[in-house]
């Protein structure tokens, strides 16, 4: 079995709160608190969950746009956290971000075509007419028109803006996109377009996609597999298909049965679930579900579950499994 394009391990990031005229930290806020997952290449993670849970946090952190308090994170073999500025720079090119707001990413000063010739300015690929020549095509690739790079982000519509910055981040050829919430500004009709768009080019380039979302059926429709998190923790990955038949943790039981069915004779009972997401600032002890989990035991109270690998090949953090998982694969 060959090795993971990238690999995440107890990745973690504390925002400490200072109060006071000396700024004294008095507590901490836990954004993303000791996750863990692989993604191999030519295939599709989607990473579900509720807002504020830190899936964005995460993904910026595998480029390095926000440090990480304490993890790794490896990606071909190299070790991201360790590399310089100018390492990081280079390996940049391999690993590109498609953001949420298609408009507050896209500098209104330049117009379309500077925009998605920068990336080959920065790492020096081509010359003036080469570069030239590329923004023309990747424009026509993501179904707009050459002479649109002359014009400037304003004069596009939300779905248009969007296909600039995915023009954008193919640009240098990346081997991994990190997409986050790509279409959860536009409009339901060009989400499709957009993820359709985004499919037709893994499959065209064989890209490798981390996907970041909250709309569990944008998720399933792109996704080879799924993880799902919760204060800032992962606590199921499972392939896409198992996971919406079959959810198994009691989270990710809720997420599903939120989600529409257009079938009338299909009446799934919704769980509602009892109170609000804890602060990130104060998480519970033990596992951070066990407050509003239905089948919360005392040890859930007192002992963090950490994930393992169940006999169908997906990984869980519940301690309702303890006694059939087949093994402990935490760090993982």
């Known amino acids: 079995m060959t090795d993971p394009l990238l690999k995440v391990e107890n990745l973690k990031k504390y925002y400490p709160v200072k109060n006071g005229i000396l700024g004294k930290v008095t507590e901490t806020v836990r954004a993303v608190d000791g996750v863990s997952f692989s993604v191999n290449e030519g295939e599709t993670l989607g990473i579900v969950g509720e807002s504020g849970c830190g899936k964005s946090t995460t993904g910026r952190m595998i480029m390095r746009l926000i440090e990480p308090t304490e993890g790794k994170v490896t990606f071909e073999g190299k070790e991201v956290l360790n590399l310089s500025r100018q390492e990081m720079r280079r390996l940049r090119k391999d690993i590109q971000m498609i953001f949420q707001d298609p408009y ?43 002479y649109h790079a002359k014009r400037y982000p304003h004069q596009f519509s939300g779905g248009q803006r969007q296909r600039i910055g ?22 339901v009709s060009v989400q499709s377009q957009v993820l359709n768009l985004l499919q037709d080019l893994q499959e065209k380039f064989h890209l490798t996609y981390i996907f970041i979302a909250h709309d569990l059926s944008v998720v399933r429709h792109i996704s080879n597999r799924v ?106």
Do not use: W
């Open 104 to 146: 507050a990413s896209l500098n209104p000063r330049h117009t379309v075509g500077r925009i998605i010739e920068e990336p080959m300015i920065v790492h020096r690929l081509g010359n003036r007419k080469e570069r030239k020549q590329r923004v023309e095509e990747l424009l026509e690739l993501v179904g707009l028109s050459a």
């Open 227 to 332: 993880g799902v998190m919760y204060l800032g923790k992962m606590v199921e990955i499972s392939d896409s298909e198992t996971l919406y038949e079959h959810p198994q943790h009691p989270y990710t039981k809720a997420l599903m049965s939120a989600v529409p069915i257009p079938d009338p004779d299909n009446k799934t009972e919704r769980i509602i679930l009892p109170g609000d997401v804890p602060s990130p600032a104060h998480p519970p002890e033990g596992c951070t579900f066990h407050d509003r989990c239905p089948f919360a035991m005392d040890i859930c109270k007192m002992e963090r579950p950490r994930l393992k690998k169940m006999e169908d090949g997906r990984l869980v953090a519940c301690h309702l499994f303890d006694d059939r998982q087949t093994a402990d694969v935490a760090g993982q």
């Open 166 to 187: 995915i023009a954008r981040a193919l640009a240098v050829r990346p081997k991994l996109i990190i997409a986050d919430e790509p279409v959860s500004a536009l409009d």
